[in-house]
């Protein structure tokens, strides 16, 4: 078994296991091909493993579309893996969420919606409102730009995993507003299942994989906006901060979908994929 990274590993456990006369599984979240050139030029032989491969576990119902539809490959050897975390964590704090408070939780990136974000919050009127952004990266000096014209903007550089549950907890609602780039659109985002997790609603754009995946439902557990909006996530974001009660009955939502993205569910599709590989490349004997 493989995911779908790196440049040289793929290719090299696939032979390997070719050679070996060995089932071949592939684990994917791509719904997306990158247009670097090295992408474009590899393509070929990307498509010829998807075809080749005994079966594929997929991230959730995008990328399955996405292997069946615009790759060719039979949708009978395809099963989905929704993503998971481990809900105990963050489901042991109560929610909290009343204090206008918006949180980011990720890499300080182009694909994630970075400067979308910082433009829908310029507009954002709502009283009280805060928005606290937790991660580095690369945009960091943009942020930190915008927090010293705006003091609603926190940026936090970096907290520890155990401390990721009060975070949410306190927030009044989780945001990822993600972007496709050249090279990058959003596989899933785990913290999206974290927030839900914590009993928090998520504002996410319609290029993050846990929206396109099934987990967040718009109106539901969460609000999906159209990437590259950001008079839309504006919108999305006033919505919730100014009705609490939205908020938190869609929070209370958010934790009972969350629960049916398990590891025990992953781990069921991942013993099945297995098998119609063995099944398959028997066949091939």
């Given amino acids: 078994m493989k995911s779908l990274n790196g440049r040289l590993m793929l290719p090299l456990t696939y032979a390997t296991s070719r050679v070996r006369g060995l089932p071949f599984v592939l684990w994917t979240g791509m719904w997306y091909h990158p247009q670097s050139r090295f992408h474009r030029l590899s393509l070929p032989l990307t498509e010829a493993i998807y075809r080749d491969a005994g079966a594929i576990v997929a991230y959730g119902e995008h990328v399955r579309r996405f292997v069946v539809e615009t790759r060719g490959v039979e949708p009978d050897k395809v099963f989905v893996a929704g993503q998971a975390v481990e809900p105990e964590r963050f489901a042991a704090l109560p929610a909290n969420g009343d204090a206008g408070r918006v949180l980011f939780v990720g890499q300080l990136k182009e694909y994630k919606g970075v400067a979308e974000l910082l433009a829908a919050w310029s507009r954002v009127e709502a009283p009280g409102a805060r928005l606290r952004m937790v991660g580095n990266g690369p945009l960091e000096h943009a942020v930190r730009d915008a927090a010293a014209r705006d003091p609603r903007i926190e940026l936090v550089d970096y907290v520890p ?114 098998a119609h590989a063995v099944r398959s490349s028997a066949a091939r004997a």
Avoid: Y
């Fill in 161 to 274: 995993q155990e401390e990721l549950p009060r975070e949410l907890a306190g927030a009044r609602c989780l945001v990822l507003p993600s972007v496709t780039t050249r090279i990058d659109r959003e596989p899933w985002g785990l913290v999206v299942n974290e927030g839900m997790h914590a009993g928090r609603p998520v504002v996410v754009s319609d290029a993050v994989g846990a929206a396109a995946g099934g987990l967040v439902q718009h109106g539901r557990n969460g609000l999906v906006v159209r990437e590259k909006d950001p008079s839309a996530l504006r919108d999305a974001l006033e919505l919730l901060l100014r009705d609490p009660q939205r908020a938190n009955r869609m929070g209370e939502q958010a934790r009972v979908d969350a629960a049916a993205f398990s590891h025990d569910r992953m781990a069921d599709a991942f013993e099945a994929a297995v």
